[in-house]
């Protein structure tokens, strides 16, 4: 006899697995339409035409994402993994707010 918790986690799992397929058959058809502004290669591939510390980072947080998902769907979910989650978010955008200002003003004519 199969039991409640077993369905659940089956379904749990199922829909997982869906959501990451839907992810990635939306991700290979946009790559295909040239009608489409948004490239997979420019998740990965950083302004010198390599993978840097922006692939790293973006794979980083889409391993995340499908990490608290899963949690999330099997109710393992704390608070301590969201907050570590979200923690990473606010500082990625931290620094590359940091850079982009400190960038600015190197870039900036002297005024002297």
Do not use: C
Not at 21 to 42: C, Q, S, T
Not at 77 to 98: G, I, N
């Amino acid at each position: 006899m199969v039991t409640n918790a077993e369905i659940q986690e089956i379904v749990a799992d199922t829909l997982l697995v869906l959501s990451m397929l839907i992810l990635i058959i939306a991700l290979y058809k946009a790559h295909l339409n040239d009608e489409v502004p948004i490239r997979f290669e420019d998740a990965l591939i950083d302004d010198t035409g390599s993978w840097g510390s922006k692939a790293r980072l973006n794979i980083a947080f889409f391993v995340m994402t499908m990490i608290l998902t899963f949690l999330a769907l099997t109710g393992s979910l704390t608070e301590f993994y969201a907050t570590v989650y979200v923690t990473a978010w606010v500082v990625d955008r931290a620094r590359s707010s940091v850079t982009e200002v400190l960038k600015g003003k190197q870039n900036e004519p002297s005024t002297n």
